[in-house]
Each structure stands twice: as structure tokens, then as C-alpha cells.
């Protein structure tokens, strides 16, 4: 654990010193997002965050490979390798489409590829365990496992970018989702269901030092986004810590934890973190699709702009996003682990019901004027 913390708080460190580097080069190379209508965001604003990001994430695990317990995790598998180079790749492609907006078909193949040199060097399912009937584990082939790597990849790539609708929001998550990953698989490891040194737990730290660091400058009011370049960094990274977690161990081995949950947890998790913005995908295409408008056309009714529109400000809305988002990540973590599963049920759900009376109390809401108008809009007038 002593290796971990360091390399978490160096990630976060050296990805907190690049970003501040980076959004200067975003407003020279003008890598901006302007400011549009659906946007909540009122001045053009840096983007190229991932850069930032990245760099912590390689400075992260160079230091990794000198630290004596953590070499092991590159001399197992090159699942980390792949991590760093796919990750890599992935980040310059949604760089070039901060900059220059590419149209939804290239960036949608330049994804299937980064996910493809990803699969190519390491990380793909292996197994998949079937919790209905007399299936249990099923072993995949390369036929199988390497497709529906890219397919799982590119899911969560283009769902965290989904995500990222306030300041601080994405990064928040993610940081959530990334700690509840490595609770889960620090867990296993210590009780004897692999090595603590492990592509999947460095993976996590990682990620969760690099998001750690760049929350400084994107919590509100952000002086630089994460762009694609970060959003689909989180997502390739978190997918492949998914992938490795649940692919490459045979559940079978995990059945004295008991229950079905354990052994589809690595991908249960990532559902479990992003299921409020699902939802709220779901309803946009319904709501949308109800009004006769194209289910891709944009507007200003998503969940993060409703909680604006009732009173909650920037802040308030995301720190509420953040605790179901840990609620659920952490719930379902709690409820693999132990063996009380009805305690922590109740526990998440008084939690649960505890943010919401507390986010319609007046005195939290502080009778804020309906629909967003950050105080920089008025700055500005």
C-alpha cells in the first residue's frame, strides 16, 4: 500500500504541475471551447486537459517500474505497456478533434484502433462468467475476447464523455470509480486471489492520482477541460483496468468470497458509476425522440442543467452527482466484500435518502435564480 500511495500522489503531483503548462499551450495552439448555448460554461475556456493527465499517468508508472513490489506488475504481462501506449494514442486523437472538431465517423474509427493496439498488446477477456443456469465460466478465444474488448473500450470511452457536462464533473467520477476499482482489487489481492502487484490495481491508482491532480483546475470555475483528449483517456483506462480485473483471472477460483457478485464486479462497477448518466441518456433520446427532434440533437435538459434549474449551483450539483456516484461505486464494492449484504443495502439507502431531502431544503438550495448564470457571465456584461 506505501507504493501505491507514492505512486498516486506523484501521478497527482505531476499531472497537477503539466496541466497548469498545458493550458497555456491550449490557448496558443487555440484549443478552446467556446461557449455555446447548451453550455453552462461562460468564457472560452482551454481544453487539451488529457494532456495533463497523461503525462502524470507516464511519470506515475515510470516510478512504478523502480519501486521493488511494483516492477513486478511489468514483468507479469503487458498490460500496463499497453495501458501507456493506447492511452497515448487515444489522447492525441481527441487533442486533433479539441482542435479541429472531427466528424463523428473518424473519431469513432481512430477509437476502434486505439482499442485494437490496446487488445494487440495485451489486454483482452479471457473469460466471462454466466451467472444463469449451468454455464459458469466461459472461456473466450481471440474471435471472441478481441472484438468485444474494442466493443466494452469504445462503450466507455464514449460514456464518459457523456459525462463530462459540468465543471469537475468527469474527473470527479472517474476519481470515484478509479478508487472503487482499486478497493476492490487491493481486496482480492490481500486475500489471496492474486498479486497485490497487479495491471488492474496500478492502473486505478493511476488514474486516480492523475484525477486527483487535474480536479484543482477544473472544479468550478474551471480554468482548463478535460476535452476529449481526457474523457477518453479516463475511458480507455478505466476500461482496460474492467477488462484485466475480470479477464484474466478465472472466476471459479473466486467462489469462497460467495455470491455471484464478485466474480462480474470489475464490470459491474463501471455500470454502477455511470448508471445516473445513463439514465439520463436514455431519457434524453425519449424526450427527444416524443418531441419528433433527432435523438443526437442537442439541448438543455440533461440531468446536470435540471439541478441547475431548480437552484442548485455548479458546486452543489456536482458534489451531489459525486455522492450517489460514490454510493453506488463504493455500495456495490462494500456488498461484494462482505458477507452483509442487507446492512449495506439499508446503509446506502438512508444515505440515498438523506442527499435527497437535503439537496430540496431551501437553506441548501439558497433560493438561487432558476436556469445557470455563473457569476463570470455577470462579470462580463
Not at 143 to 154: A, E, F, K, Q, R
Amino acid at each position: 500500500m506505501r507504493e501505491y500511495s507514492v505512486v498516486l500522489l506523484t501521478t497527482a503531483i505531476v499531472t497537477f504541475l503539466a496541466s497548469s503548462v498545458i493550458r497555456s499551450l491550449a490557448r496558443h495552439f487555440r484549443a478552446m471551447t467556446q461557449v455555446r448555448d447548451r453550455d453552462v460554461h461562460a468564457i472560452p475556456t482551454p481544453r487539451w486537459g488529457g494532456f495533463g493527465m497523461y503525462a502524470g499517468v507516464a511519470a506515475g508508472m515510470l516510478l512504478a517500474h523502480q519501486l521493488p513490489a511494483l516492477q513486478r506488475t511489468f514483468g507479469y504481462s503487458s498490460e500496463t505497456t499497453a495501458v501507456l501506449v493506447a492511452g497515448g494514442l487515444i489522447c492525441l486523437l481527441g487533442a486533433v478533434d479539441d482542435r479541429f472538431d472531427l466528424d463523428p465517423l473518424t473519431k469513432f474509427v481512430g477509437q476502434i484502433a486505439c482499442a485494437g493496439v490496446m487488445v494487440l498488446l495485451g489486454v483482452q477477456l479471457q473469460y466471462v462468467y454466466v451467472p444463469f443456469g449451468d454455464i459458469g465460466t466461459v472461456s473466450l478465444g481471440s474471435d471472441v475476447g478481441v472484438p468485444l474488448t474494442i466493443l466494452l473500450t469504445v462503450l466507455a470511452v464514449n460514456a464518459m464523455n457523456m459525462v463530462d457536462g459540468l465543471d469537475g464533473l468527469l474527473a470527479g467520477v472517474a476519481g470515484i470509480a478509479a478508487l472503487a476499482f482499486f478497493a476492490y482489487s487491493y481486496y482480492l489481492a490481500r486475500t489471496g486471489y492474486g498479486d497485490v502487484a497487479s495491471a488492474p490495481t496500478l492502473t486505478t491508482a493511476l488514474l486516480a492520482g492523475a484525477c486527483l491532480g487535474f480536479l484543482p483546475h477544473n472544479f468550478y470555475p474551471a480554468r482548463i477541460f478535460l476535452g476529449d483528449s481526457g474523457s477518453m483517456l479516463i475511458g480507455l483506462m478505466l476500461s482496460a483496468a474492467a477488462v484485466s480485473a475480470a479477464g484474466r483471472a478465472d472466476p471459479q477460483t473466486l467462489s469462497s468470497l460467495g455470491g455471484v457478485l464478485p466474480l462480474t464486479l470489475p464490470l459491474l462497477i463501471p455500470l454502477a458509476v455511470l448508471a445516473i448518466p445513463l439514465v439520463d441518456l436514455i431519457l434524453a433520446v425519449l424526450r427527444r425522440t416524443r418531441a419528433r427532434r433527432s435523438p443526437f440533437s442537442p439541448d438543455k435538459q440533461h440531468l446536470h442543467h435540471r439541478l441547475l434549474e431548480i437552484g442548485h449551483s455548479q458546486r452543489r450539483a456536482v458534489l451531489t452527482m459525486y455522492l450517489w456516484s460514490g454510493l453506488l461505486a463504493f455500495g456495490t464494492v462494500a456488498i461484494a466484500i462482505t458477507r452483509h449484504t442487507i446492512p449495506v443495502l439499508i446503509a446506502m439507502a438512508v444515505l440515498a435518502l438523506i442527499a435527497v431531502v437535503l439537496s430540496q431544503l431551501p437553506k441548501y438550495r439558497r433560493g438561487r435564480p432558476a436556469g445557470p448564470m455563473p457569476q463570470r457571465a455577470k462579470a462580463l456584461r
